[in-house]
T-cell receptor
Framework: DSGVTQTPKHLITATGQRVTLRCSPR?????VYWYQQSLDQGLQFLIQ???????AKGNILERFSAQQFPDLHSELNLSSLELGDSALYFC???????????????FGPGTRLTVL | DQQVKQNSPSLSVQEGRISILNCDYT??????FLWYKKYPAEGPTFLIS?????DKNEDGRFTVFLNKSAKHLSLHIVPSQPGDSAVYFC???????????FGSGTKLNVKP
């Protein structure tokens, strides 16, 4: 158990809909990351937050948005869903936003989103 | 455009032998590299990392080698154990921020 929790575990919805994925970081971690893993693909970095502020952005679509709240949990909002948005969405957390062998990212179990 | 590539989707190895997982990257600015292990229905877990100032890092049965001129890294597992059966992802980052580019993964099967 990494200490990172994600809800829900599974989500099935229809095209055009909007969903919210939730992540609670490990206790003490201030930085949160979101990744998307489509079928047979590697993890694609979407966005990073540190202490409520956006720190880095990856290949995140305009239809997607995220935020980190004062209690440090984060939400990823996906709107106008398309079939191609079906994927595993992982959240990870770390103590700081900086690269270091002492600042490992801990991953949650993921949310599997299916868009029908 | 994938900046980190794992060209072998799967690898099968006998227990006790060496497993070698390979990873290639295209961005010469990458300066930090990691390997993650992933079991089904779980998130990836950190395995081992290497900075670009080194060419080798060892942790128990796991060794990562970095060849900067070839833009290639590899993970060696010796000896391989059935519990090592998992999907292995390599990842790379540039600069200070924890923004990683991941490969597509190699599924390792260690046969008893």
């Amino acid at each position: 158990d990494s200490g990172v929790t994600q809800t829900p575990k599974h989500l099935i919805t229809a095209t055009g809909q909007r969903v919210t994925l939730r992540c609670s970081p490990r206790s003490g971690d201030l930085s949160v990351y979101w990744y998307q893993q489509s079928l047979d693909q590697g993890l694609q970095f979407l966005i990073q937050y540190y202490n409520g502020e956006e720190r880095a952005k990856g290949n995140i679509l305009e239809r997607f948005s995220a935020q980190q709240f004062p209690d440090l949990h984060s939400e990823l909002n996906l709107s106008s869903l398309e079939l191609g948005d079906s994927a595993l969405y992982f959240c990870a957390s770390s103590l700081t936003p900086l690269v270091s062998s002492y600042n490992e990212q801990f991953f949650g179990p993921g949310t599997r989103l299916t868009v029908l | 455009d994938q900046q980190v590539k794992q060209n072998s989707p799967s690898l099968s190895v006998q227990e006790g032998r060496i497993s070698i997982l390979n990873c290639d990257y295209t961005n010469s600015m990458f300066d930090y590299f990691l390997w993650y292990k992933k079991y089904p229905a779980e998130g990836p877990t950190f395995l081992i990392s290497i900075s670009s100032i080194k060419d080798k890092n060892e942790d128990g049965r796991f060794t990562v080698f970095l060849n900067k001129s070839a833009k290639h890294l590899s993970l060696h597992i010796v000896p391989s154990q059935p519990g090592d059966s998992a999907v292995y992802f390599c990842a790379a980052s540039e600069g200070n921020f924890n923004k990683f580019y991941f490969g597509s993964g190699t599924k390792l099967n260690v046969k008893p």
